[in-house]
């Protein structure tokens, strides 16, 4: 069973806020791919820190690619994502101003709802890393976290091949904090920051 949670690894999250978000708040377009998001407590995260940082106008060039290989023991990625519903105890780790700003009460006093303009910005798709072909090209930010670690080295290098294939000129790549790029792909990122999981894609 995948495990995620709302405002998880705090260290790439800052980086997002301080570094990518401000980048990017000039596009006319704003491109999120986040590989690996199983029931959606992370693009959600996402989709909640750049409505909280952007405009409602400027907001609206979001788009969050979420994606995930849905296995057969646990099929119901896509169903919780577009639904938008989370328990009280999912939502524990959401600030609670940015819970009263972005999740609506439900008829269930357990359940919460995400707010429509935060919904309105993610769409799922599945798609599998290891095919080593990404879903879409031109994106701004790749996300990626807990999943690497899952993978062989010689699969790892080729997943961040294709993230450097999918990203946008310029475009940022943000892991967790535990993770660290192969050698063979050392070329393809720059740090962003020291000691952040945050990485911005070389030209060529």
């Not at 980048?23 to 690996?36: K, T």
């Not at 998001?37 to 979420?66: K, M």
């Not at 819970?99 to 769409?123: G, M, N, Q, V």
């Amino acid at each position: 069973m995948a495990y995620t949670s709302f405002f998880r690894d705090g260290d790439a999250l800052s980086a997002i806020v301080d570094i990518v978000i401000p980048n990017l708040a000039s596009q006319r377009e704003i491109r999120v791919w986040d590989a690996g998001c199983a029931t959606g407590e992370e693009p959600y995260t996402l989709a909640i820190l750049f409505a909280s940082q952007l405009g409602p106008f400027i907001f609206r060039n979001l788009d969050i690619l979420a994606t995930d290989h849905e296995e057969s023991s646990f099929p119901q990625f896509a169903q919780r994502i577009s639904s938008a519903l989370y328990s009280r105890t999912d939502i524990f780790w959401v600030p609670q101003d940015l819970r009263d700003s972005y999740f609506l009460a439900t008829d269930d006093p357990e359940l919460f709802l995400a707010a429509r303009e935060i919904r309105d910005r993610i769409r799922f798709i599945k798609h599998d890393l290891l095919t080593f072909v990404p879903p879409e090209i031109g994106q701004n930010l790749i996300v990626c976290k807990n999943v690497l670690m899952h993978f062989s080295p010689e699969q790892q290098a080729k997943v961040l091949e294709m993230f450097h294939e999918s990203l946008a000129p310029g475009g940022f790549l943000a892991m967790d904090g535990s993770q660290r790029l192969p050698g063979s792909t050392a070329g393809l990122f720059e740090a962003v920051r020291s000691g952040s999981p945050l990485f911005r894609k070389r030209a060529g």
